[in-house]
């Protein structure tokens, strides 16, 4: 298969799309397939460990500045790309584009074409599903794998997988059927109209989705938990309210770019990726080995993760079963661990690869 590389001459992500470069940390790099482009930012030595980090729901490359900084100054090898349907990548319009079996394909041709060589593997959101499954298919592309917030399910990151584990203490089964998931069941059921939700002020929607972790969430349901009952994320408003981003997780300038980003694309693409269950559950069975991991695996978890925690219930047991060298570590965070726990999320991986002598 023929491909292409390009380097922009500008020093991040941006040009491209016509946005002004936030600050001059990270190198911006296009490749392109006849199947799919990626843009990725790229920072450290060429010549050294290869570290890549795979971003989830609704970011970009840019949230691994932090690490991606911390990681480079050690003389790693540090990539980030702009995930299928995000940023300066490519955004197929069909939802069925958007399967974790073709987003694993895009993330080899961009291994294939920095060398190839075992790599760490860092995910965050959807890119830690995304991680767990290259890993799971493709074990020779690494030599270990940090998923963050979201831990790894051999039977994969969907509805059927997810629903069984709800911790029915907190979410009884006649008032929150899915559980925290009724968000995720809400796409499925009413994408049109979840996107349009989310479009019809796009700096609120990723202001108010980027909030730091609240401790007394904890041990109480979720407003995730309530979309369907509201009509919507946001209720009868349809739109989210006036709400101003948090400097502290984003700094200014890239929450701007983020922005900027989902002002020019939207969020249909980033939300087709909950619409590929069958799919995805599919490919996740076509995995060697019934989906376990041998390679080590650390899992970040953030204690004041409503969602996705998994202390005090069931959701971490598929990942200790599926996982041979499995280590988990946890933050005073909640779910945006890349920027609300900058430097604690790069101490906790640089402590599991002194540990584990990676």
Request: aromatic letters at 10%; proline letters at 9%.
């Amino acid at each position: 298969m023929g491909a292409a590389s390009m380097v922009s001459a500008l020093p991040i992500s941006g040009a491209a799309w016509g946005m002004p470069p936030p600050a001059p940390m990270l190198a911006s790099r296009t490749f392109s397939t006849p199947r799919h482009t990626t843009h990725y930012l790229e920072s450290g030595p060429a010549n050294g460990p290869l570290m890549m980090f795979l971003h989830g729901w609704p970011e970009l490359s840019l949230i691994w500045r932090a690490q991606m900084a911390a990681f480079a100054a050690e003389g790693w090898h540090c990539v980030a790309p702009d995930m299928r349907g995000y940023g300066g990548s490519s955004a197929p319009a069909a939802n069925d584009a958007y399967t974790l079996e073709a987003i694993v394909a895009d993330m080899a041709e961009l291994h294939d074409h920095l060398g190839g060589k075992p790599a760490i593997w860092v995910g965050h959101d959807w890119g830690s599903v995304v991680a767990g499954e290259l890993v799971a298919h493709q074990p020779d592309r690494s030599r270990g794998v940090v998923l963050i917030s979201v831990p790894y399910f051999p039977t994969t990151n969907a509805l059927p997988t997810l629903v069984p584990l709800v911790d029915r203490t907190i979410y009884p089964a006649d008032t929150y059927p899915d559980g925290q998931w009724d968000y995720y069941r809400y796409y499925t059921k009413h994408f049109d109209s979840a996107v349009a939700d989310l479009d019809a002020d796009k700096a609120a929607s990723l202001a108010s989705i980027y909030r730091r972790g609240d401790p007394a969430s904890i041990g109480k349901p979720t407003p995730n938990a309530m979309v369907t009952q509201k009509g919507g994320r946001f209720g009868r408003a349809h739109r989210a309210p006036p709400t101003k981003p948090d400097p502290a997780l984003w700094p200014t300038a890239d929450f701007e770019m983020l922005v900027k980003t989902y002002e020019a694309h939207g969020f249909r693409a980033p939300c087709a990726w909950y619409m590929n269950d069958d799919a995805n559950v599919a490919y996740a069975r076509r995995s060697p080995n019934a989906g376990r991991i041998l390679k080590p695996v650390l899992f970040v978890n953030g204690d004041w993760d409503a969602i996705n925690t998994i202390h005090g219930n069931r959701s971490g047991d598929p990942m200790r079963a599926a996982c041979a060298d499995l280590s988990v570590t946890s933050l005073q965070g909640a779910h945006w661990l890349p920027v609300e726990s900058k430097v604690e999320l790069a101490q906790a991986i640089r402590s599991w690869l002194q540990d584990k002598k990676l």
